[in-house]
């Protein structure tokens, strides 16, 4: 299934694509033989990414500063890369998270997550599907969850109420758009070691050893197995799954899985003054 040319002359965006699960995508579609578009508010970090799996896989790809959360910011980059041709995939991986008691979050707290979570994922599935609907041109886009969408997750609550925001846009757009060539997928994964997010939400080994204990196959998932799930999803091969959100979590989810709510019994309130932002 996975032959090099799987997704050749597929142009793809992936958001947040400079680091962690988005580096790892872009680098799997790149092997298989994928144009690759990545996107971050830091442009070193893409333009520095772009020069690595370049060397590394052969492939074309390029970075752009962009950040999801400003309309104008989407707007500028998809007309930028519109003008060379029609995207065919959207991967809407950018995120934000941390720890924190719920009752403790500032209103700019909450919309630091939900602005880019959730409005970025609706600012970039618009600029590419009202391109998409116009042109009568076929379109994915693959939304990057958390096994906590469906279920919510204490002290991770801008992030639960932004992913099950994500979850349905996937779903609804699946009905609405589907008929008219845009196809909608999700994969909501379970703990992947990455700096981003293990330095937020896994910050002491006690911690990832609950989550290890928790989850039935006690290890995290790997940089290969999102990749390679990524690019089935993306690719023809996956034409007649729509509107899906696919657990890649090793079971955690039906084992329960608000994966951040078995912290409240194990961290003392020393911890949590060790993870509140530095004024
Ligand atoms: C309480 C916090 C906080 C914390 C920030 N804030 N961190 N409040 N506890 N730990 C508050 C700040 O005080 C501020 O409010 C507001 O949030 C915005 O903070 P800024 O630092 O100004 O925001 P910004 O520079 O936009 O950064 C956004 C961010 C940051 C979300 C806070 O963490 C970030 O850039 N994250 C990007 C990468 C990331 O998070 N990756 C992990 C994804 S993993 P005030 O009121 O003080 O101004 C994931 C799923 C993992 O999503 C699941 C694992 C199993
Ligand atoms: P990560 O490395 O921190 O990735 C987040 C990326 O988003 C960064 O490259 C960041 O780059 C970018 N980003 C943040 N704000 C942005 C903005 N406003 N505009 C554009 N880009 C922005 O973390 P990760 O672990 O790879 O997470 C990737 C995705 O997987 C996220 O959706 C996350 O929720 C999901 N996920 C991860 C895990 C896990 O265990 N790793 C588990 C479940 C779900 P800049 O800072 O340069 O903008």
Redesign the pocket.
């Known amino acids: 299934m996975f032959a090099n040319d799987l997704l050749k002359n597929k142009r793809i965006l992936i958001t947040?694509g400079g680091?962690?699960l988005g580096r790892a995508m872009a680098e799997r579609f790149l092997q298989l033989g994928a144009t690759v578009y990545i996107c971050g508010?830091r442009l070193e970090v893409v333009q520095k990414t772009a020069t690595e799996l370049s060397a590394a896989t052969g492939g074309t790809i390029e970075g752009f500063a962009c950040d999801v959360?400003y309309p104008e910011d989407v707007e500028a980059l998809i007309e930028k890369l519109w003008s060379s041709g029609p995207l065919d995939v959207l991967v809407n991986n950018?995120?934000?998270?941390?720890?924190?008691?719920t009752e403790?979050?500032?209103?700019?707290?909450?919309?630091?997550?939900i602005?880019?979570?959730l409005k970025g994922s609706i600012n970039m599935t618009l600029a590419c599907g009202r391109r998409w609907l116009a042109s009568q041109h076929k379109g994915v886009v693959l939304s990057i969850t958390?096994?906590?969408a469906d279920t919510g997750s204490a002290y991770?609550v801008p992030?639960a109420v932004a992913?099950a925001g994500v979850a349905a846009l996937t779903r609804s757009l699946a009905i609405e758009w589907g008929g008219r060539g845009v196809r909608f997928v999700a994969i909501a994964?379970?703990?992947?070691r990455?700096e981003?997010?293990?330095?937020?939400?896994?910050p002491t080994p006690e911690l990832e050893k609950a989550?290890l204990d928790h989850n039935p196959l006690h290890r995290f998932g790997t940089l290969e197995e999102i990749g390679n799930l990524a690019a089935f999803l993306v690719s023809d091969h996956a034409g007649y799954i729509n509107g899906e959100m696919v657990y890649m979590d090793g079971g955690e989810m039906l084992a329960g899985s608000s994966?951040?709510s078995m912290i409240g019994r194990r961290l003392p309130d020393s911890a949590w003054q060790i993870?509140?932002?530095k004024?």
């Open positions: 947040g680091t962690g508010r959360r950018a995120a934000g998270n941390f720890l924190a008691k403790e979050l500032s209103p700019h707290a909450f919309d630091a997550v602005g880019i979570v958390t096994t906590y991770v992030s992913k994964p379970g703990a992947i990455t981003g997010a293990f330095s937020r939400l896994l989550l994966s951040f993870m509140k932002p004024k």
